[in-house]
């Protein structure tokens, strides 16, 4: 088992960066791939990406390809959301989550109590 915490949301303007961290504890981080979702108000929780567990793989849902960044350190137990260019859109909760395998959807076993991203116009 697997607990996630994240950290490192706020209130940013549009066209600005965050970056997003995730700190695990538990039993073998580096053998789980990671994943960071977000849901708007109002709406369905969303992929956004994902990482294998060695890191050499990387997924990205289109709507954010090109602007954010995931990647992970095994040494640190943290997973990384570097988000650039950010646009009003963006605006939600995100969360961090974890799974044997990589998922491209909400399909992941753990989770973490999420973060508040903000994007002003």
């Known amino acids: 088992q697997v607990q996630l915490v994240e950290s490192g949301g706020g209130l940013v303007q549009a066209g600005g960066s965050v970056r997003l961290s995730c700190a695990a504890s538990g039993r073998a981080f580096s053998t789980y791939a990671m994943g960071w979702l977000r849901q708007a108000p109002g709406k369905e929780r969303e992929f956004v990406a994902a990482?294998?567990?060695?890191?050499?793989?990387?997924f990205y849902a289109d709507s954010v390809k090109g602007r954010f960044t995931i990647s992970r350190d095994n040494a640190r137990n943290t997973v990384y959301l570097q988000m650039n260019s950010l646009k009003p859109g963006d605006t939600a909760v995100y969360y961090c989550?974890?799974?044997?395998?990589?998922?491209?959807?909400?399909?992941?076993?753990?989770w973490g109590q999420g973060t508040q991203v903000t994007v002003s116009s």
């Open positions: 990482i294998s567990w060695s890191g050499g793989s990387t």
């Open positions: 989550a974890a799974a044997s395998r990589v998922q491209l959807d909400a399909g992941y076993d753990y």
